[in-house]
T-cell receptor, first 111, second 113 residues
Framework: QKEVEQDPGPLSVPEGAIVSLNCTYS??????FMWYRQYSRKGPELLMY????GNKEDGRFTAQVDKSSKYISLFIRDSQPSDSATYLC???????????FGKGTTLSVSS | DGGITQSPKYLFRKEGQNVTLSCEQN?????MYWYRQDPGQGLRLIYY???????QKGDIAEGYSVSREKKESFPLTVTSAQKNPTAFYLC????????????FGSGTRLTVV
């Protein structure tokens, strides 16, 4: 079983839609969960981070963590064309030394 | 402005050649990292360093080497032993507690010609 699973998409939605992006992980020792956004040919930028189960909201973005199911989600409300990017989930490894990334989901929002 | 600078943005390497990718940060971060990104592969860890003069191999270190002589700098050398070096290389840094995750540079695209 892979340590992190993330559907690569691509995911295409119309402007204004609610987007749900998901990752599953296998290592119950993961304690620190993040979502990064990466525009084409750029470095990733941190969107959300959390280290507890439950929801965390920041503007149009909500990060959700379910440790019992080893499942994390990122919801984007009122999606905009500027949200078109690749979204990567990330987890701090068990040793606490580096991040492990999912393969990324490519999102396209059309106007 | 604080940030991470990677150079060059594009790099071409001939077969059998070693090349060095530069990464400099002025965020006063202790830890620095090198990742490789291939289409459909996500980010894979090459090397990381948590303090000056110390570094550790990541998941795909073969064919690469690094140094950490200064806190601000973490250059990556892609050696001729790396058989498939064409990729997008990303450098990142973080504070010791990683409270705010990683800050990434804008990347170097390396192509073998």
């Amino acid at each position: 079983q892979k340590e992190v699973e993330q559907d690569p998409g691509p995911l295409s939605v119309p402007e204004g839609a609610i987007v749900s992006l998901n990752c599953t992980y296998s290592n119950s020792a993961f304690q620190y969960f993040m979502w990064y956004r990466q525009y084409s040919r750029k470095g990733p930028e941190l969107l959300m981070y959390t280290y507890s189960s439950g929801n965390k909201e920041d503007g149009r973005f909500t990060a959700q963590v379910d440790k019992s199911s080893k499942y994390i989600s990122l919801f984007i409300r009122d999606s905009q064309p500027s949200d078109s990017a690749t979204y990567l989930c990330a987890f701090l490894n068990q040793a606490g030394t580096a991040l492990i990334f999912g393969k990324g989901t490519t999102l396209s929002v059309s106007s | 402005d604080g940030g991470i600078t990677q150079s060059p943005k594009y790099l071409f390497r001939k077969e059998g050649q070693n090349v060095t990718l530069s990464c400099e940060q002025n965020l006063n971060h202790d830890a620095m990292y090198w990742y490789r990104q291939d289409p459909g592969q996500g980010l894979r860890l090459i090397y990381y360093s948590q303090i000056v003069n110390d570094f550790q191999k990541g998941d795909i270190a073969e064919g690469y080497s690094v140094s950490r002589e200064k806190k601000e700098s973490f250059p990556l050398t892609v050696t001729s032993a790396q058989k498939n070096p064409t990729a997008f290389y990303l450098c990142a840094s973080s504070s010791w507690d990683r409270e705010y995750g990683y800050t990434f540079g804008s990347g170097t695209r390396l192509t073998v010609v």
